[in-house]
C-alpha cells in the first residue's frame, strides 16, 4: 500500500525554486500495476524516487503498508528500501567488477544473510532467469536482455513487495525490451506492485492503471477497462 | 553486513583498480620501510657501542688520577702542581674492599721496539696477569704475563697479534728477544686478535709486567686502575670503597676521579635511543604523508565509484554501511602497506647488516609495532573524510552519476 497525501518536491536550481511535484494525492494497492507517463521534466522519476525512499518529499505524508515513512531518519529509511522496494534502472546499474551471480547476491550480502544461504537463493533465482549459464560472466560479458535480467534478479532477491523500474526498456531494443517486460510483468502476477516509468506510450498502455503526469501534477489516473 | 563481506567487498574494489592500489601500499610500504630501517640503524649504533663497553670488561670501574670536575681553584693549582699520582701501593689497597673481585694496574706509554733490523715505535701497557680476565682479552699463542708481586719486574712480554705479525710474519714469536727502548723482553705469549675496542687497538700493543714499565719509562705513577667488581649489584660499593681507600691514602684530598662502566655506558645508551627516536620520528612523517595520500587517492574513489555509492545506497544500505566499506578498504591498504614495509625494512637492515657487518643492525621491536600502528591508524584516520563524503552522497544524484 502507497499513500501519498499532498506531497510536494521542491528544488533548489541556482536561486529558483522549482516545483518538481505539485500537492500529490495518490494511493497504489498492493499488486497494482501501474504505469507513469510524461514529457521529460515532468516529475515522473521524482516520484518514483519519493515512491522508492531515494528521496524525501517537501512537504506532505508518504505511508508505506501503513507507516508513515517520511519521518524515519537514514539508517530506517534504508532499511525500508532493503526489505520493501526492489529497483530496475534504465541503464541496469551493475557492478562492473561483480559476476552476475555476485551482482545478484548483493542486497543479500548488504542485509547480512548468511553465506549458504544466499548461494542457493542466488542459484535459485539465476535458474528462474535463464542466467545459469552466465552466472560467472561479468556484465561486459552479457548482452542487455541478460544484463536487466541481472538487474531484476537483484531487484527481486529481498522479496520486495514494491518494484520500481524506472525505463527498463529504454537501453534495449525492441524484442529484449517486450522480454524484459514480460518478466516484469510476470512478477506483477505473483502478486508484487509494480510501477513502471516510460516515455513509450505502448509500453505504458499494458498497464492496468496508467497515471500521466505534466507539470509535477498527475494529469490524468485512468484504470483500463 | 557481516565482517567478513565487508572486508571482501573492500578487498573486491581494490582489486578492481589495482593500479591505484598498488601505489598506495607502495606509499605505506615506503613510510613502514623507512621507519624500520633507520630504527634499526640507530639501535644498531647503540648496540654497537654498548658490545663495545662490554669487551672492555664486565662491571668496570675505572680510578683515573685528576679531579675532572671543576671545584673552584685549589691552592696547589696556583702552585702549579699536578694532582697527586695514583701508586701502585693504591692500586693494592683497593683490593681490601669486599666489593672488589680483582684489580688491573695501568701503565702506558711509548717506546721504540727492535728485532734485528726491524724498529717500530709502539704502545707500550704495562699491567698484571689480571689484565686478561678484567678487560676479557683472550690469548692466542703461548702465556699471558705471569701472575706475582706487582712490585716485581719482569722481562717477558706480551704481543699484540699484528704486532706480531710484523716483527715476526709466520715465524714463532714466543721464546724470541725484542728490544724495547733499552731493555731486551722475552716474548711469552702472542693475544688473539681482539679488534678496536673503544679507540684502542690492543693488535698493536706490547703489553710488559707494569713494574718493568715504570723502569721503563721511569715513573711510578699509573694511567689507570681497572677494578672489577663482584657483580653488578656490588658496582657501586666497590666505587665508594675505590674513592674513600683513596681519600684515605691521599691524606684526604680527593684528588681522583672513579667512573663506573654502567653510568658511561647508560648516558651513551640514553643519547642512541634518543637518537634512534628522533630518526624513527622522522621517518614516521613519511608515513602521515601516506596517509594524506591515500586520503587524496580515496576522496577520487569516491568520485569515481558515485554510482556504485548510488547503488548500493538504492539497494538499501545504511550511511554507516558505506562508512565501513571505506574504513575497511583503509584499513586492508594499510595492513598489507604495513606487511610489504616490514619486508622492505628487514631486507634493507640485512642489506646493511651485509655491507656494515660490525654494526649489529636490527630493528627494535618498538619501532615495528609503532610503525604499524601508525600506518594504520593514519590510513583510517584519513580515510574518515572521504567515507563520510560517500555516505553522505544523494542517491538519485549518486546513481546519476553527479
Redesign the interface.
Known amino acids: 500500500m502507497i499513500e501519498f497525501s499532498d506531497v510536494s518536491r521542491n528544488f533548489t536550481v541556482g536561486d529558483q525554486q522549482v516545483q518538481a511535484l505539485r500537492n500529490i494525492n495518490l494511493t497504489l494497492g498492493a499488486g497494482e500495476y501501474v504505469s507513469i507517463m510524461g514529457p521529460s521534466g515532468s516529475g515522473k522519476s521524482t516520484l518514483l524516487?519519493l515512491i522508492?525512499l531515494?528521496?524525501r518529499p517537501s512537504s506532505g505524508v508518504y505511508k508505506l503498508d501503513g507507516m508513515d515513512v517520511t519521518t524515519l531518519d537514514?539508517?530506517q529509511q534504508?532499511?525500508?528500501?532493503?526489505?520493501k522496494?526492489g529497483?530496475v534502472?534504465q541503464s541496469f546499474?551493475l557492478?562492473?567488477?561483480?559476476t552476475a551471480a555476485m551482482n545478484i547476491e548483493?542486497?543479500l550480502?548488504?542485509?547480512?544473510v548468511a553465506a549458504e544461504e544466499r548461494k542457493t537463493r542466488v542459484k535459485q533465482l539465476l535458474q528462474n532467469y535463464g542466467l545459469a549459464d552466465r552466472a560467472d560472466h561479468r556484465p561486459d560479458q552479457l548482452s542487455g536482455g541478460q544484463r536487466q535480467r541481472v538487474a531484476i534478479a537483484?531487484a527481486t532477491i529481498?522479496q520486495p513487495s514494491v518494484l520500481l523500474a524506472d525505463e527498463p526498456t529504454g537501453n534495449l531494443d525492441r524484442t529484449t525490451g517486450w522480454e524484459v517486460l514480460k518478466l516484469l510483468e510476470g512478477l506483477q502476477d505473483q502478486g508484487i506492485t509494480l510501477v513502471v516509468v516510460t516515455h513509450d506510450a505502448e509500453i505504458g498502455a499494458r498497464a492496468k492503471r496508467q497515471i500521466h503526469t505534466l507539470d509535477g501534477r498527475i494529469l490524468s489516473d485512468a484504470q483500463r477497462a | 553486513?557481516?565482517l567478513t563481506?565487508t572486508l571482501q567487498?573492500a578487498s573486491?574494489?581494490l582489486?578492481?583498480s589495482p593500479t591505484r592500489t598498488l601505489l598506495m601500499i607502495l606509499a605505506m610500504s615506503i613510510g613502514v620501510a623507512a621507519v624500520v630501517v633507520l630504527t634499526a640503524l640507530g639501535e644498531g649504533a647503540r648496540r654497537y657501542v654498548v658490545n663495545q663497553f662490554a669487551s672492555l670488561g664486565t662491571n668496570l670501574v675505572i680510578v683515573l688520577p685528576g679531579r675532572t670536575e671543576t671545584a673552584g681553584i685549589g691552592p696547589g693549582m696556583l702552585l702549579g702542581q699536578v694532582p697527586r699520582e695514583i701508586s701502585l701501593d693504591d692500586a693494592e689497597a683497593i683490593l681490601r674492599s669486599r666489593a672488589v673481585k680483582r684489580i688491573a694496574p695501568l701503565t702506558v706509554g711509548s717506546a721504540t721496539l727492535s728485532r734485528d733490523a726491524l724498529n717500530r715505535e709502539v704502545v707500550v701497557l704495562g699491567s698484571t696477569s689480571e689484565l686478561l680476565e678484567v678487560r676479557h682479552m683472550n690469548i692466542g699463542v703461548g702465556k699471558f704475563l705471569p701472575p706475582g708481586d706487582i712490585h716485581e719486574s719482569a722481562s717477558v712480554c706480551v704481543l699484540g697479534n699484528q704486532m706480531k705479525r710484523e716483527l715476526f710474519g709466520n715465524e714463532q714469536a714466543v721464546g724470541a728477544w725484542i728490544r724495547l727502548g733499552d731493555r731486551r723482553f722475552r716474548v711469552i705469549g702472542v693475544l688473539a686478535t681482539q679488534g678496536e675496542s673503544m679507540g684502542m687497538r690492543t693488535d698493536e700493543l706490547v703489553i710488559v709486567p707494569v713494574a718493568s714499565a715504570h723502569q721503563l719509562f721511569n715513573t711510578s705513577g699509573l694511567f689507570r686502575i681497572l677494578i672489577e667488581a663482584k657483580s653488578r649489584e656490588t658496582i657501586e660499593q666497590a666505587k665508594h670503597d675505590a674513592e674513600e681507600i683513596m681519600f684515605q691514602r691521599h691524606s684526604g684530598e680527593k684528588d681522583v676521579t672513579v667512573i663506573t662502566q654502567d653510568a658511561v655506558l647508560a648516558t651513551f645508551d640514553r643519547i642512541l635511543t634518543a637518537l634512534t627516536m628522533a630518526v624513527g620520528g622522522i621517518a614516521a612523517i613519511s608515513l602521515a604523508v601516506a596517509g594524506v595520500l591515500i586520503m587524496n587517492v580515496m576522496l577520487i574513489a569516491v568520485a569515481q565509484r558515485v554510482?556504485?555509492i548510488?547503488?548500493?545506497?538504492?539497494?538499501?544500505?545504511?550511511?554507516?554501511?558505506i562508512r565501513q566499506l571505506f574504513f575497511a578498504e583503509a584499513a586492508l591498504l594499510s595492513i598489507i602497506g604495513s606487511i610489504a614495509g616490514l619486508v622492505l625494512g628487514y631486507a634493507g637492515s640485512m642489506i646493511i647488516a651485509q655491507i656494515y657487518p660490525s654494526l649489529p643492525v636490527s630493528p627494535p621491536w618498538w619501532a615495528v609495532l609503532a610503525a604499524c600502528g601508525t600506518a594504520l591508524v593514519t590510513g583510517i584516520l584519513f580515510s574518515v573524510w572521504p567515507a563520510r563524503r560517500a555516505a553522505r552522497l544523494d542517491?538519485?544524484a549518486a546513481?546519476a552519476g553527479r
Open positions: 524516487n522508492g531515494l528521496d537514514d539508517e534504508a532499511r525500508v528500501r532493503r526489505e522496494v529497483f534502472f546499474h557492478v562492473p567488477r561483480l548483493l542486497p550480502i548488504l542485509a547480512g537483484r529481498m | 553486513m557481516k563481506d567487498f573486491g574494489s582489486r578492481g554510482r556504485e548510488g547503488l548500493l545506497k538504492a539497494l538499501g544500505a545504511p550511511p554507516a554501511q542517491p538519485v546513481l
